[in-house]
């Protein structure tokens, strides 16, 4: 589940655009005034975005968005110096705030980050007979082509991408042709 923290040095200004946030349908918000308590919040849930301001009580937010998980992403709210010397690299909102312009960039950003995050979490996991032809034909690599292990997976994962198939099928072709040979 992802979350959207707000952290401003003033907590009455983050708990104002808590609300805004909560009467639009967002589910979870929560509003804090350090960089410290931030970190804390987003140690607690998956995924999230965090909107803060340029200077908080105890850091900067170059330090808060570089100790954030990579499940999220920082917007920065400030003034339009204070964002254009964060770079064009930084999402920002500049202040005052318009909600419409909250809402939409709250929405973007949070649609990213969980189509990010559930795309992570469908890999699916390699069945015991899959891993075993991928075991069975690193072996057979390493055995007949004197390659160490981590030389031979890493030919059956370069096999695989310039082939288009998938490991499982690239160790079974490799299985085949070195059978076949026998």
Known sequence: MSVIIIVLPKLDNAKNIKRILLTH??????ACSSGASAL?????YE???????YHLSDMYYVELME???ESYEL?????PEK?????SGTLALTTPLK???LLNTVEMVLGQIEHRYRKRKVIKKRSAKEENYIRNAKYLLMERNHL???EAYRYLQKSSMDNGTNMVETAQKVLMLMFDEI
């Open 83 to 87: 964002v254009a010397d964060a770079g």
């Open 47 to 53: 995924c999230g975005i965090v909107l803060s301001g």
């Open 25 to 30: 349908g967002f589910q979870s918000a929560v």
């Open 148 to 150: 160490t292990e981590q």
């Open 99 to 101: 909600a419409y312009d």
């Open 40 to 44: 804390q919040m987003a140690g607690q």
């Open 75 to 79: 917007v920065l709210l400030g003034s």
């Open 67 to 69: 100790n954030l998980p």
